[in-house]
């Protein structure tokens, strides 16, 4: 039963960014099954695209991986690329503000 629970979590905390980003930018696909595989698409074209470069750093990682996401974005979320940087920016944006408040909830408990 954990199990399902934890699982329900990590993916509102992982989809729901994305779902909101893509409704706010006036993305086509907005349903939570797109948005899942949209994730899906940009982490195995991160991944990838990781394995082909070695010897990535941190800042050039964190540069390489907006477009490669915004690409998955742009093909299952219906949108332009440039739209894509921006829904890939608003949903790191909003991750991190949404793990600080579920962060605050357990604390304060």
């Known amino acids: ?3 399902i629970i934890f699982v329900i979590i990590i993916v509102a905390v992982l989809v729901l960014p994305l779902k909101m ?4 930018m006036g993305a086509r696909n907005t349903g939570v099954f797109h948005c899942l595989f949209a994730l899906l698409l940009a982490v195995i074209v991160q991944r990838i695209v990781g394995g082909m470069i070695p010897g990535v750093s941190e800042n050039l990682g964190i540069l390489l991986t907006i477009p ?6 742009m093909l299952v979320l219906g949108t332009g690329f440039l739209k894509g940087i ?3 920016l608003l949903q790191g944006l909003i991750m ?3 793990m600080m408040l579920f962060a605050g909830v357990f604390a304060a408990v």
Do not use: D, R
């Open 1 to 3: 039963m954990e199990l």
């Open 96 to 98: 991190i503000v949404a």
């Open 21 to 24: 980003a893509a409704a706010m």
């Open 86 to 88: 921006i829904i890939a």
């Open 68 to 73: 490669l996401a915004a690409l998955a974005y």
